[in-house]
């Protein structure tokens, strides 16, 4: 890998994944140049990606497997699946558990995150009920565990 002046090698990731990134996750960039031929484009605004949708390539200074980036990979691409209005929400509702700081959390402390689901989704006024589809959507494509009783666990 080459490097460019002032480039650190202590982490890389990549979210090259289309379907991680709905439109709403990303910004306009207006051509470089007043005289350039490309037109607007975009940038991937990287804070929106949820941790879970990162592939790390390279952690800590060294470059991981490449089997290791490509398990990571197929853990996501369930993900592809779902229409991009639910992805956005599955998204969302994985970044706000992964805010819990823990791996296991009872349904009341997933229902604790409303509010913050409520800004993201304004127009959604089901936010409860939407809580519990979207772990159930995460279990089914075994990002979470259902432990009974009303515990979960992040896998």
């Not at 982490?11 to 140049?33: A, T, V």
């Not at 959390?105 to 989704?121: D, G």
């Amino acid at each position: 890998m080459s490097r460019a002046h002032g480039w650190s090698e202590t982490y890389c990731s990549s979210h090259g994944l289309p379907f991680l990134s709905p439109p709403w996750k990303s910004e306009n960039r207006w051509p470089r140049r007043h005289d350039a031929r490309e037109g607007v484009g975009c940038n991937i605004v990287l804070a929106h990606i949820p941790p879970d949708a990162r592939i790390h390539i390279i952690t800590e200074g060294q470059w991981r497997s490449p089997r290791a980036v490509r398990e990571q990979y197929k853990k996501l691409r369930p993900l592809a699946k779902l229409q991009v209005r639910q992805r956005g929400w599955t998204l969302d509702t994985l970044n706000a558990i992964r805010s819990l700081g823990t791996s296991e959390f009872t349904l009341n402390e997933a229902y604790s995150l409303k509010p913050a689901l409520s800004v993201l989704h304004p127009d959604n006024h089901h936010v409860h009920d939407k809580i519990r589809q979207q772990l159930q959507v995460l279990r089914d494509l075994g990002l979470l565990e259902f432990l009974g009783g009303g515990n979960y666990r992040l896998r």
